[in-house]
Every structure is written in structure tokens, then in C-alpha cells.
């Protein structure tokens, strides 16, 4: 008897010690890696959602029974955009892809064709009920997806707005209620893009600001000029074939713009395009411009990174849409969604997923939204208490009713690349807007062929 | 009877001595892979339309299409005389040019002088691409941010953004400030590697500085002359990092792209992710094509076979 129980305690201990064993080996820690970027610098919730969806991704995955753990090495980029591009391109290419890659909505075309990120529609269908992936606003959707598949998990939003300085215009005998409907009057396009010129150029000739300071808009390549484009009529796919179009007649108009803006009404000084950013950041921030159009993000940007007064920017800088082309037509502004992709590289496709649905949570998402300022995509982030307390979000949200976005299609670079150069000669003064039109439309033919509509 | 030289020593049959090719291996290797590879992966490639769309897997062959491109595009022509111009202005006013006098004057002046100078002028060159750009371009800037145009204003130049304004000039300065220091180090050397006897004989003749100079150390240095142009052509052919981080080709069409920054711009970065790998590659044949011409114009111009060989005379 005794020596059965012996027996009995002695396998209990050694089977117990083994299970414990076997349990402890079992735990599996996997790494995965993730890339992002601002590259503005207070986008860095853009990385840290992820690092800190770990933790709840180990618990759901503990409570599941699960013997996997994650850890995770990921990296915020401040560098530029082409880049940060290019280093993901020649990873993906070498198969050293990071497993989450944080990029623009419209690089689903090119690198979903390539195969460098893998469509998520299934899961997002197996999770979507169990995660906050229910709640992303659907437009968002919409602007992840590329030949009916959906390619990634939108990760913000925003609006790119006209920016004025309320005292410059109070100087020039504006009253506070003409300040203050100046963002209505443009909605209702009753105030245009020309008038605006005008104001700025009035502005400049009685001294009230530098001449060349009346309206700057980016000083580099990138998507606000297709604000421009859209404003002036023009149109950018086709939805049927999914082919790029150029309206001549809208570009025309649109370099003619910055053209009036440069050498006409002389409200930006020659040579602006290839001012470095951090004089561009620098000079608005000092006030000197009385019109500038930048991104939502930036009022971000100019607090932290160029030590703007908060105050000052509260009191005296004014927001609304870009104003319209023509009289009656409502002001617009363009998003350009940002999106978490898995690349194909992923050991752990759906661990990753995994991740990023987590970090998609109307907590997480808010505290991004507020600290870089930009538009959430969670319907119930504009419940929160930290975004509700902050009114520059909330006036600016309205804009996303008059947005446009860039079209999703590999050919997107190669048409861009061509119809910037268009708009640098024009507003460098080599040639005049409807030569540089025949130029760009030479040009996308050569590059592009029948891939390209020219209107 | 005449004596040419190699009579009648080492009379030994023609026949290839194998064991030289073991030798001779680690550097014909390096030469298969880094070199002939590449450049036969790229002839390849070129007639593909390879991209980032495509990945590396789902290309299609296209024939001579990517050529074709390029023969119809407006900016061929623009973009080889900026090359030419990039490669040549920057050559003979620095990489050869103020190399030269460099070299002259700093073997000329004190020892001491001489090395600071040469020191002074290492500087660009010691300090990495992307922090001398970038000081490049706020040197340049719009005042009151940039050093240059406030120093200006006083004569009556107007703000401006004078790398945008004056982009060759900029370019070429950028670039040959760096350049010239590789040609003032060789020079240098085989300036003092002139005998002074025959410096000392021309000074006891009568020779100026600069008959001294004409007559006995440029015919003297015929060979690193050869050496740092032929060798500087090639690299400016290819270098491009100095347009890249200031004006990147621009501004307006292409007004400052040369052919390499033409190939990367279209092989390697695109502001919205899709590169063009299968044009780029043809891009990339052609440049190599215009080395190879350079290669052959210089080995005929110089008579590169009578400077390697053997001197008639022991200096």
C-alpha cells in the first residue's frame, strides 16, 4: 500500500514536472518587424500603436492557449517619402521585407501587382466582427483597395487646408466677421482661388507683407498640386479600365495658377519650387505669409518641430477649404489615407494582421489623431474624450465631405513624376502653361501609351 | 644592328603560361562578377519591362521597346548635352584644371604652405555627401536663411533661391571642389618625383618659372594627366549623388539631369513606389556604350600603348 503510494506521488510529480516541462517548451516567441514613417515627427504612434498592441495581441493569444508569443522590432522613419519607398522596393525585391510595412493608400497598385503585400480580405473577414476593423469609415475602405481585393488596414486620414493669418488680414481692414466667414464664403464658393490672389497681392501692395509672401503653396513634389488639378476640372482615372487620365485643359488651367501666383500677382517669389521645408515651416510659422495651404498635420508639426506658439496659432491662423476654381462651386482638399500592409515575406501573415487590427482601436487611434493631428478612421474615435477636447480636429473634420484622394494605379509614379516637371518649368519660368501642357502630353504618351487617356 | 628593347632577354617560347591565370584569377573574378555580370544582367533586363509592379517574377519580354522610349523621348538629347556638359566643365575647370594649378603652386610656395593648402582642399572631400550637400543648399538659400545671399544684397542680388537661379553653376562648383583634390594629390606626387637635376638645369639655362613649368614639368607629368582625366571622365559619368541631394535634375524639365541620375531616377526612386527597373536597365546600356566610346577616344588621343611603355632612357 505504502509503497503504491509512493509510486502514485512519484509519477504525479514526474508527470506534472514533464507537462510543465513540455509547456515551457512550447512557448514560442516569434519576432515579427514592422516599418514606418512620418516622416513628419509627430506621426510616431504610427510605430509606437503597434509596439504597444503587442501586449494585448500576447494576451488574447494566452487566453486563446495559444503557445505563441510575439515580439516586435519596428522603426519610425523622418527621412523622405522616395526613400523610404525605395528601401522597402529593394527589400521586398530581395525578400528581406519587413513584416508590416506602413505606406500610402495608392502603393496597394504597384506593390499588390508585384506581390510584395498580400490581399487581406479573408482575414479581415475572420476578424472583423471580433476587432474595432468594424468601425474603419468606409470610404477608407474604399481607398485600400485595388482589382476588387483589399490590401490593407487604413491607418489615418486627413484634410490638406488653405491656412490664413486672421491679423494680417484684420491690418489690411478685414472686420471679424469677414475673418470669421471667410471658411463659409469658401465652402459655398463665393470666395475663389483668384480672389484669393487678389487679397494676398492688395495685402502686398499697401505694405503689409513682404511682396512674395502672399500665397505659398508646397514647396515640393507631392500630392496637394493635385487639389489644384481636380479644382480646375481636371479628372484622374477612369473607373471602368482603371486607366489614368490627363484633361489638358485642366492642367492647363492649373499651371496657369501658379504661373498668375509666381509672375503675375507676384505673391510667391521666384524659384519656390525647391525651397527646403524648414524654410517654407519656418517663415509660415513666423507669420509672415497671409495665405499658405499645407496639410492638417502640419499644425502639429509647427508646434513641436518649429516651436510655434500654440497661442498665437489658436488666435491668429485661420483655416478652410482651398478655395474653388469658379464662383457657386464648393472649396476641396485632398486626403491621402496611410495604410499598414503584410508583406509577403511574413512568416506570420496573420499574426501580423493580428497586430495591426489591434492596434486599429479607438484609444490608440485617438491619441495619434491629437498628437499629429490628423483625421482618425474609426467612426468611434470622435467619441473620445482626448479627441473631443481638441477643436482643431473637430473643425477641420467637415473637410473630408469636400475631399478628393490620388488614384491607385502603378502608373501613378512614372504620370506624376511627368506632370510635376510640367508645373517646375512653369513656375520656374522656362515655358509658358499651355507649352508645358504639349510637353507633359508628349511626354506620358512616350511613357505611358494607351495607358494613359488624354482628354 | 639596332638594339630594341626586350632583344635577347628572356627568349622564351610563345606559349601561355597557364599558371600566370592562378595569379591572375582573384582580380579576373572580381572583374566576371562585379563588372561583366552586372552588365549582362542589365543587357538582359533591358529588354524587359521589369518594375516594381511586376516584381521579379512577372515581367514580360518586350524587345526594343525600352529603347525605342528612349530614342523617341523628347529629353534624350537634353539629357546627353547636360551630361556632356556636366562631365566636361567640371573636368577641365577642376578635376584636371585647378588640380593642376594646385599642384604647381603648392610645390611651389613653402613645404608648409604647400601642405595646408593641399589639407585645405581635402576638406570637401573628407566630409561625408550628404552634410556637404546640405550645407551647399543652405549656403545658397533665400536670405535671411542663406550665408550667400545675404552676402549679396549689399551689391543690389535679390533674394532668391540662387541654387534654383544659377543650378550649373552650382552644380559644377558642388561637384568639382571635391573633384579636384584626387588630381592635386597626383599631381603633386609626380611633380616631386621630377628629378631636380633637370629642374636646376632649366634654372641654370635661364628658364622662367613658367618656361620650367611649359617645358619640363607638363611633359614630365604626361602620364597622370592622362591617368586623372581619363580616370575622372569615367567617374563623372557616372556620379551623380552631388545633383541628387541638391537640385535632383530639376528644376523645371530636366534641367540639370544628367544620364546617371536619369537611369536612377527611373531604376531605383520614385516618389510613389513604382520604379522602373527594365527602362532603367536600358538607360544604364547606354551609359555604359558612352563609357566605353570615352574608353576608346582617350586610349587613341593619348596614345595610351607609347605612355605604358618601357622608358627609353633610365630616369
Known sequence: MRKSLILTIFSFILLLSLSLNIAQEKIQTITLTAWTIGPDRPSFYRRDNLVDAVKRLNSLLEKEGSNIRVKLEATFDTGTWADYKQKFVLAASAGKAPDIILSGHEDVAPWGEAGYIIPLDDLIKKYKDTTDLKDVIPTLWKSVQYKEKTWAIPQDSEARPLYFRKDLLKKLGWTDKQINDLPKKIQSGEFTIYDMLQVAKTAQDKGIIEKGYGFWHRPRQGNDFYIYYYNFGGEMQDPKTGKLILVKDALKREYQFFADNIFKYRTAPEKFIGMEWRIWHETVVAGKVLFWQGGIWHWAEWQQVYKADPKDLENNVGYALVPSSDKGKPGITLTHPLAYMVTKNSKYPEIAFRLIALATNPVFDARHCVTSMHLPVLSSTRKQSTYLKNKFLRDVEYMLKFTTFIPNSPDFGTYDTIVFKGLSAVANGDVKPEEAVEVVVRDLENALGDRVIIK | ?315
Open chain 2, 1 to 315: 644592328m639596332m638594339l630594341k628593347i626586350g632583344d635577347g632577354v628572356n627568349p622564351r617560347p610563345k606559349k601561355i603560361n597557364w599558371n600566370l591565370f592562378f595569379f591572375l584569377f582573384p582580380a579576373i573574378a572580381l572583374i566576371i562578377v562585379f563588372f561583366f555580370i552586372p552588365v549582362f544582367l542589365t543587357f538582359l533586363m533591358s529588354f524587359t519591362n521589369m518594375s516594381t509592379s511586376t516584381g521579379l517574377t512577372g515581367f514580360k519580354v518586350i524587345g526594343f521597346k525600352n529603347y525605342l522610349q528612349i530614342l523617341k523621348s523628347q529629353w534624350t538629347l537634353k539629357i546627353l548635352k547636360n551630361t556632356l556638359l556636366y562631365v566636361f566643365t567640371t573636368l577641365s575647370l577642376f578635376n584636371v584644371g585647378t588640380a593642376l594649378f594646385l599642384a604647381i603652386f603648392s610645390t611651389h610656395i613653402s613645404e608648409n604652405a604647400g601642405k595646408f593648402v593641399r589639407t585645405l582642399w581635402l576638406l570637401p572631400r573628407i566630409t561625408p555627401s550628404v552634410v556637404y550637400a546640405t550645407l551647399w543648399t543652405w549656403f545658397t538659400a533665400e536670405a535671411p536663411y542663406g550665408v550667400l545671399t545675404q552676402f549679396l544684397s549689399p551689391f543690389g542680388v535679390t533674394s532668391k533661391n540662387l541654387l534654383y537661379t544659377y543650378p550649373w553653376i552650382f552644380i559644377i562648383l558642388i561637384n568639382g571642389f571635391v573633384g579636384a583634390s584626387f588630381g592635386m594629390l597626383i599631381f603633386t606626387s609626380a611633380i616631386k618625383n621630377i628629378p631636380p637635376d633637370y629642374i636646376m638645369a632649366a634654372q641654370v639655362d635661364g628658364a622662367s618659372t613658367l618656361q620650367i613649368i611649359r617645358k619640363v614639368i607638363l611633359p614630365m607629368i604626361r602620364w597622370p594627366i592622362l591617368f586623372v582625366t581619363t580616370y575622372q571622365t569615367l567617374s563623372l559619368l557616372t556620379s551623380f549623388e552631388y545633383i541628387l541631394l541638391t537640385t535632383d535634375g530639376g528644376p523645371g524639365f530636366y534641367t540639370t539631369e544628367v544620364w546617371a541620375l536619369y537611369a536612377y531616377h527611373n531604376a531605383l526612386s520614385n516618389y510613389y513606389g513604382n520604379t522602373l527597373f527594365g527602362f532603367g536597365a536600358a538607360l544604364s546600356v547606354f551609359l555604359v556604350i558612352l563609357g566605353i566610346i570615352f574608353s576608346i577616344i582617350y586610349l587613341k588621343v593619348f596614345n595610351f600603348k607609347a605612355l605604358i611603355s618601357e622608358p627609353k632612357i633610365e630616369v
